[in-house]
């Protein structure tokens, strides 16, 4: 079943620019919204790599204790040192973890304020989860 155009429009977003950003206007229970996109690349990384339970884990323990060795981490995670290793690689990328080096060993600390665009973009939603 299809509906007639003029009632399908109301169902799709609708997008604009504007200035350099890209918007979309989204209508909930007749009430539009207009909602900014985030850098994409930035907050897309970061919403992968929080995807992964191992990962969140680590990123939660290292805000929780602070910095941390790999060897730390790996114990804690209960997974290989190599599968440690690799998480950290998606959490720097991400640049939810920054890490510095001391002798042979590498420490890691957390980075809350990576986490800046994905509680932008979940805040641009909050217009559809407030009551009336």
């Given at each position: 079943m299809s509906l007639p155009a003029a009632q399908s429009k109301e169902l799709i977003p609708r997008k ?58 790996t114990r804690y995670a209960g997974v290989s040192q190599p599968a440690v290793s690799k998480h950290l ?44």
């Amino acid at each position: 079943m299809s509906l007639p155009a003029a009632q399908s429009k109301e169902l799709i977003p609708r997008k604009a620019a504007i200035g350099n950003r890209v918007a979309f206007l989204l209508t909930n229970h007749n009430r539009t919204v207009m909602v900014f996109s985030v850098t994409p690349a930035h907050a897309h990384n970061v919403f992968r790599a929080l995807a992964d339970p191992t990962r969140r884990a680590i990123f939660e323990e290292l805000t929780r204790q602070g910095e941390q060795t790999v060897h730390a981490l790996t114990r804690y995670a209960g997974v290989s040192q190599p599968a440690v290793s690799k998480h950290l690689t998606v959490l720097k990328r991400a640049k939810l973890v920054r890490h510095r080096r001391q002798g042979r060993e590498t420490h890691y600390r957390a980075q809350p304020d990576a986490l800046a665009p994905m509680v932008d973009w979940l805040r641009h939603y909050d217009a559809f989860t407030r009551a009336d």
